[in-house]
């Protein structure tokens, strides 16, 4: 089990590259599936989500192929209509191939993702929006089982705003028969990523970005070539450590305009902010003022974002109110910042966070992705050594991360 190393004191320094956003790489290389042609995409970020859906692909008959700047995925020889519970387990963005497999081959077996340790994170809207469309669903032996002759066009609208939902679904209303409305549907950039992804692919989608989506479905997609996004979950995390730990960094190959909450946040905090075409500079040099914050769908404060806030929250002056209303159990890095000295109190779906001057290097534990973010930055600003152990949560879903830490002045390293 791999653990990191951090000696606390650090202020950060110095520019950044942002990598590619792992949310929209996973549902865009699923894109692939929609077509029999070659879809080349550069900008993918080098982690282990993304590789275990390369993989998951591969399994399936895509062909994959990789150059050091693009990758490319053609589906003109699917012979397996299935994503095994092994594959499924360990990342539940799998569920995405569920549509196009649907839509294009006319059937699918994909593994129910089970729960994870931020919640229950049910799959009952990818599929009630599938039969919406003519599908014919069964659950046996913990695996969905969709076949559809053809998918309908329908109106679908969604009980509550779910991003791989909206993905999945509008996915398989790209080639379906007719007209699909999505309504309450995700507004985040990553769905509006995959969407530009499709309209490049002769997908016909209007509305992406908006609660209302309209796809119009086609016979058939052809290649593409695109570049992913930037990650803004990874531009928020480095932003919050350096607003954390104080000093003076630029983020370059991101973007400023999807992460107006987070920004609006960390100027409250007392952070300085610049943005400069694909660059945002953060300058701090005082302890942070604590923010409260309430996490809810785009563009709203991002519920990725709610662990490493409350990270820089600990240190803070004042005391923060912290609502997660997107998932039932996204606390668990409470308890291990309570092991460092911090003071936080849970009520329900509200953490309080009471700013102490000062946390104490300790042992802690990384539990999911966004979770083993916040303890790296806490260990960043915490006096001494912080060990956090099972950070392969943390490998699924930053690239590279003590590299780029180690580079702004961080005392981090990676110990077997
Ligand atoms: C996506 O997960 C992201 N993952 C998550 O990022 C992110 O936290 C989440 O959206 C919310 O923004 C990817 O894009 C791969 P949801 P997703 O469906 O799509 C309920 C990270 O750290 N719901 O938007 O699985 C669900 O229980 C990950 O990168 C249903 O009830 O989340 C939750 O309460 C963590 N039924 C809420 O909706 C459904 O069928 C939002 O979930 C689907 C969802």
């Known amino acids: 089990m791999q653990k990191l190393s951090i000696q606390g004191g650090n202020k950060l320094n110095g520019e950044v590259r942002i990598s ?5 790489a996973l549902p865009i290389m699923c894109a692939s599936l929609l077509s029999a042609e070659d879809l080349q995409l550069s900008n993918l970020p080098d982690m282990h ?29 699917v012979d397996k209509l299935e994503a095994p519970y092994e594959m499924v387990k360990t990342m539940r963005a799998a569920i995405l191939v569920l549509g196009p497999l649907l839509t ?23 599929i009630k929006g599938l039969q919406a469309m003519g599908a014919e669903v069964h659950i046996e032996h913990g695996y969905i089982h969709a076949t ?25 209303a790209a080639l379906a028969d007719g007209v699909t409305t999505l309504e309450n549907a995700a507004r985040e950039p990553e769905v509006v990523d995959l969407a530009n992804c499709l309209i490049a692919m002769g997908a016909k989608i209007s509305g992406a970005g908006s609660d209302t989506i309209t796809i119009q479905g086609v016979q058939a997609l052809h290649g593409a070539e695109y570049r992913v996004m930037p990650d803004r979950i990874e531009s928020g995390t480095f932003l919050v450590a350096a607003a954390a730990a104080g000093g003076r960094i630029t983020l370059t190959d991101t973007r400023a305009d999807i992460l107006d909450s987070v920004l609006d946040k960390l100027r409250e905090a007392g952070a300085t902010i610049e943005v400069s075409g694909d660059r945002i500079t953060l300058e ?13 769908p785009y563009p709203a404060f991002p519920t990725d974002m709610q662990a490493q806030f409350m990270a820089l929250n600990t240190i803070a002056d004042g005391t923060a109110m912290v609502v997660e209303t997107i998932f039932e159990n996204r606390f668990m890095h409470v308890q291990e910042l309570l092991r460092l000295g911090a003071q936080i109190d849970i009520e329900g779906n509200t953490a309080i966070v009471k700013g ?3 946390l104490e290097g300790a042992t802690i534990m990384a539990t999911d992705l966004r979770a083993s973010a916040c303890l790296v930055i806490a260990g960043l600003v915490a006096q001494g050594e912080t060990i956090v152990d099972r950070i392969y949560h943390l490998d699924r879903g930053y690239e590279h991360i003590e590299a780029k830490l180690s580079a702004l002045g961080a005392q981090i ?4």
Do not use: Y
């Open 284 to 296: 701090m040099h005082q302890r942070p003022r604590a923010v409260n914050l309430r996490t809810a």
């Open 104 to 126: 294009r081959f006319g059937e699918a077996r994909v593994s129910l993702p089970g729960g994870c340790a931020i919640g229950s994170r049910p799959v009952d809207l990818h």
């Open 20 to 24: 590619g956003a792992k949310n929209a």
């Open 413 to 416: 390293r990676r110990i077997k």
């Open 356 to 358: 102490c001057a000062q």
């Open 148 to 172: 559809a002759k053809r998918l309908q066009g329908a109106k679908i609208c969604f009980d509550v705003v779910s991003v791989t939902g909206t993905e999945n679904l509008m996915m398989a």
């Open 49 to 77: 989500d993304v590789a275990t859906m390369a993989k998951l692909l591969q399994q399936m008959g895509v062909a994959v192929s990789n150059s050091p700047k693009a990758s490319t995925f053609n589906a003109s020889k």
